[in-house]
């Protein structure tokens, strides 16, 4: 690893000078990724800026009709909290491993927005707002290619908002080497819409199926998933599995997720 | 050069360190903490792990300054003097290990699962292990032994009430 100057901020504004003040600076939350990442020297900052000391950037606020998830919350906190909707919690409580709960973060997670992450997905089927220091950007915007964000330079996710599901399940076909997803698929139904995102199967990153969704949207069962198509075009095949396969998990996944719904 | 100061195994230490000193390195290296092992790069194995304010983490993915203030427990700060903790107890009973490398990762994960469900399933037992890699037990005498010393603990704190 390369060596950096370290800062811990204590406020977001704080945080976003540290930013600015050197000349390739990064953001570190859990380090869960960025860490392997500058042991294995893919990257090489100039500073690092640590947000743990940023104490409005965790928890998780029951909004009524929403929960906000402050950046800076644990995928464990997020699996204990009584708050968050069951699907969601699930998901967090089966990311990597109880060491990796233990320290990484929703904020760093979707600002990674690694192809094969597990929140992404959750974003994209719950209609979910990315809340950073400067706007709001719905999931259908934000996410926008493999390790690619609509975030700006310098820009700061500070809180996640999910609207409540009237249901929804999170199913995850795990690499078990790594523990990622293979594919996973996330159905949620909302104020009467379904949406159906699917993540660790695409070039491009987590994408919603869309051809499902309207298949589920007129008859919501695990039969409508065989009726739609999933195309095989656009998904990603490597040494863990062909594009082929992919294309026949994300069925059997979608299928078992709404089957979970019912 | 940046300085940390941290309390590990109950007892304060400080030292300099780089911005890009790991936790691993600080504890092994400046401390002379052998027991936390080091058996990949990429954040997988969990020979590393420690607890940091009572939580299990992997010390080879955490900084020695992201520590700083930090309560720090390693291995070696599990007995009771001679007496060991009931867990490295249990894993000497039930021959949960061969060649150790993995032992204290273990010991310290499996720990901390005790600490947040006191009563774990053998399948619960297993996924909470699913970030602790052992290359020679075949994993089945660890989960033997975490149920031992789940029974011994629950024992005793029934008995301390
Ligand atoms: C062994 C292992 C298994 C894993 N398994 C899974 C899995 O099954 N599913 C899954 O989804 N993930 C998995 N992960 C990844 C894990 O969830 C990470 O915690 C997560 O991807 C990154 O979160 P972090 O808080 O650790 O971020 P960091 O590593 O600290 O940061 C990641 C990136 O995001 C940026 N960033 C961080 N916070 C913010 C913010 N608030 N605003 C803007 N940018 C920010 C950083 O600059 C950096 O570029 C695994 C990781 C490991 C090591
Ligand atoms: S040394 Fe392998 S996870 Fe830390
Ligand atoms: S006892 Fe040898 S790796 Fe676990």
């Known amino acids: ?262 | 050069m940046p300085s940390v100061t941290m309390t590990v195994n109950g007892k304060q230490v400080s030292g300099d360190v780089e911005g890009r000193t790991l936790l691993s390195t600080f504890i092994r290296e400046n401390l002379d903490l052998t027991g936390t092992h080091i058996g990949c790069d990429t954040s997988q194995c969990g020979a590393c792990v420690v607890h940091v304010d009572g939580r299990s983490i992997k010390s080879c993915t955490l900084l020695a300054v992201q520590a700083e203030g930090a309560d720090v427990v390693t291995i070696e700060g599990l007995a009771d003097g001679e007496e060991l903790h009931p867990m490295q107890e249990a894993f000497r009973d039930c021959h949960g290990l061969q060649c150790g490398f993995c032992t204290p990762g273990m010991v310290m994960s499996a720990v901390d699962l005790l600490n947040v469900n006191p009563d774990p399933s053998d399948h619960e037992i297993r996924e909470w292990l699913e970030g602790n890699i052992c290359r020679c037990t075949g994993y089945h005498n660890i989960v033997k032994a975490v149920k031992q010393a789940a029974q011994t603990m629950r024992g005793q704190a029934a008995a301390a009430e």
Not at chain 1, 91 to 108: M, S, W, Y
Not at chain 1, 179 to 184: C, K
Not at chain 1, 197 to 221: K, P
């Open chain 1, 1 to 262: 690893m390369h060596d950096f100057q370290y800062h811990k901020p204590s406020s977001v504004a704080d945080a976003v000078a540290a930013l600015g003040s050197g000349e390739d600076a990064t953001l570190v939350a859990g380090g869960m990724t960025l860490i392997p990442t500058l042991k294995q020297r893919l990257a090489a900052p100039s500073d690092l800026v640590d947000l743990s000391g940023v104490a409005d950037l965790v928890g998780v606020r029951d909004k009524g009709d929403h929960v906000e998830i402050g950046a800076m919350t644990t995928h464990a906190a997020v699996a204990a909290s009584p708050d968050v909707p069951g699907c969601l919690a699930e998901l967090a409580g089966n990311i990597g491993d109880a060491q990796v709960r233990n320290r990484g973060t929703i904020g760093g997670s979707v600002a990674n927005n690694d192809p094969t992450a597990c929140y992404p997905s959750a974003c994209l089927a719950l209609n979910a707002t990315i809340v950073t220091n400067s706007r709001e950007i719905a999931a259908d915007d934000y996410f926008t290619g493999m390790f690619e964000t609509a975030l700006e330079e310098g820009e700061i996710i500070t809180a996640i908002r999910f609207p409540k599901p009237e249901a929804g399940k999170y199913m995850k076909f795990e690499n078990p080497a790594s523990r990622y997803a293979l594919v996973g698929v996330f159905v949620a139904k909302t104020g009467g819409q379904v949406r159906v995102a699917v993540t660790g199967a695409g070039q491009d990153g987590v994408f919603r199926a869309t051809d499902i969704e309207s298949a589920l949207s007129s008859n919501f069962s695990p039969d409508a998933v065989d009726s739609s198509t999933i195309d095989v075009d656009g998904l990603n095949g490597d040494i863990h599995a062909s594009a082929e396969y992919r294309q026949h998990l994300i069925g059997v996944m979608a299928k078992r997720a709404v089957a979970a719904c019912a």
